[in-house]
């Protein structure tokens, strides 16, 4: 049995479920989830979940990280953080990430788009999506 578990971005099962009990897990995420197209997503946790998750001494039997691409290509951000995620061992540090990514992806990182993206991850850590 292999329990992929990709609601980590509504509620962390891994923590409350005691790993699944020693069975294999894969923690992740679906986006997505129902193909919706609103930019929504918790950039932080994305950032910070699976280094929390890997590297805690009550991860259980976790053996790898997934992302559901259901609903790809409406939100480029929260694909392009998940794949770097997925090669990182360490919490990603978001404000040097969007700010990498902003260059690479418009050519700049003007002030105005540093306070959009800072605008967005307090209104998202607040839960208010």
């Known amino acids: 049995m292999l329990i992929l578990d990709y609601a980590n971005d509504y509620n962390n099962n891994w923590e409350p479920m005691n790993a699944f009990n020693g069975k294999q897990w894969v ?3 679906v986006p ?3 193909g919706k197209t609103a ?3 918790d950039l932080s946790l994305y950032a910070s979940g699976a280094a929390k998750a890997l590297n805690s001494t009550n991860n259980g039997n ?3 990280f997934t992302i559901s ?3 790809l290509e409406n939100n480029n951000v929260v694909y392009e ?3 770097d995620v997925a090669w990182s061992d360490k919490a990603i540090d978001l404000d040097l990430w969007l700010g ?3 260059n690479n992806r418009y050519g ?3 002030e105005e788009m540093a306070t959009s993206w800072n605008v967005r991850n307090h209104v998202t850590r607040r839960g208010t999506h």
Do not use: A, D, R
Request: hydrophobic share 25%; charged share 5%; glycine share 30%.
């Open 108 to 110: 700049g990182y003007p």
């Open 81 to 83: 953080l998940l794949t």
């Open 39 to 41: 930019y929504t997503g």
């Open 100 to 102: 990498n990514y902003s």
């Open 69 to 71: 691409g259901e609903g």
């Open 27 to 29: 923690y992740g995420f």
């Open 32 to 34: 997505n989830m129902g």
């Open 62 to 64: 976790l053996v790898g």
